[in-house]
């Protein structure tokens, strides 16, 4: 009886010792990108000198920007990258790909779940409220590792972030908010964060029908940086975007209509005095009219500390 249970112990056991070193030179298995067995995924590719990352993020659609609690949330492509010294690279595979030495280095796509084996920077987003990533089959990622150990991890994305807006000037007003991204405990003596690539693939105009003008630009020197005293400054990269409100919406909605009920209301005096009737009505008419419009305004303008423009 022994026997048997050892006899179908040993397979499982054989498959989770493979499994956690399945990603390793010592494998055993063909690979043209391994890692040594003495890799620690805790431990910073470099320990004496800045680790650099790299973030892009490439914006398909802002689907939606919320006046009511402040956010906005959008798809896009989350790419992260970053230079991993310790891997291993087979160059006998870089001859079998044809590839020179000298020439420009070669992007292999690999398995993502690579990524579990790896050390991954601790990315944290400021003002975050989800990510999501898109699962069809499976997580819509990717893992590319090129032969001058660069790794690049993709993700598709929906973000929604929170963006402290203002309205005073509504519907007059231009929001902007600041979408950064950082490490959560290495300051900038450790790990640097640059933006290789911040971009509406829409240039500003969106598929789905939004109140805002949507520009994105790059963050300003000092929005790069995060201050948090004795814990030190933080690297940030990211990008700026801008929403400018479409006005001709409220104009022809709210304003034009206003202003000609009160043009109308000039006809009361065109009535004579003594057909008092016919002016209550139509005054009174003309105040039900404009009393629907405010309470209309009201309910679909955002919060403000004080009298938008609108409602002014």
């Given amino acids: ?28 298995i063909s690979k043209g990108i391994c890692l040594p067995d003495k890799y620690s995924k805790f431990e910073l590719p470099f320990i004496d000198s800045l680790n ?14 919320n006046d009511k609690d402040y956010s906005i949330t959008f798809s896009t492509y989350f790419n992260v990258e970053w230079t991993e010294r310790r891997l291993t690279v087979n160059h006998d595979l870089i001859h079998q790909l044809g590839v020179d030495n000298s020439s420009a280095p070669v992007n292999l796509p690999m398995n993502v779940e690579f990524v579990k084996d790896l050390w991954l920077p601790n990315i944290f987003i400021y003002n975050l409220k989800t990510f999501k990533v898109i699962d069809v089959l499976s997580k819509m990622a990717g893992l590319w590792i090129n032969t001058d150990k660069q790794i690049l991890y993709s993700q598709q994305t929906h973000i929604t972030f929170i963006c402290p807006m203002r309205f005073d000037k509504f519907p007059l007003d231009t929001q902007s908010c600041k979408f950064q991204v950082g490490s959560y405990s290495y300051d900038d003596s450790q790990m640097v964060f640059i933006t290789k690539s911040a971009q509406y693939q829409k240039n500003g105009r969106n598929t789905i029908a939004l109140d805002y003008d949507i520009e994105i630009k790059p963050l300003k020197p000092h929005d790069m940086i995060a201050d948090y005293g004795s814990l030190g400054n933080f690297s940030l990269a990211g990008f700026e975007m801008v929403l400018t409100r479409y006005v001709s919406t409220y104009i022809i909605t709210y304003y034009l209509p206003s202003g000609l009920f009160v043009i109308v209301s000039w006809i009361s005096f065109l009535i004579p005095m003594d057909v008092i009737p016919g002016r209550m009505a139509l005054l009174v008419t003309l105040f039900l009219v404009l009393v629907n419009i405010f309470n209309t305004v009201t309910t679909n303008t955002p919060k403000a500390e004080g009298l938008t423009a609108i409602e002014a």
């Fill in 1 to 28: 009886m022994k026997i048997w249970i050892l006899l179908v112990y040993l397979p499982f056991t054989y498959k989770s010792g493979a499994s956690k070193r399945g990603f390793k030179c010592s494998a055993g």
């Fill in 52 to 65: 650099t990352i790299g973030i892009e993020i490439d914006i398909d659609e802002v689907l939606r920007i």
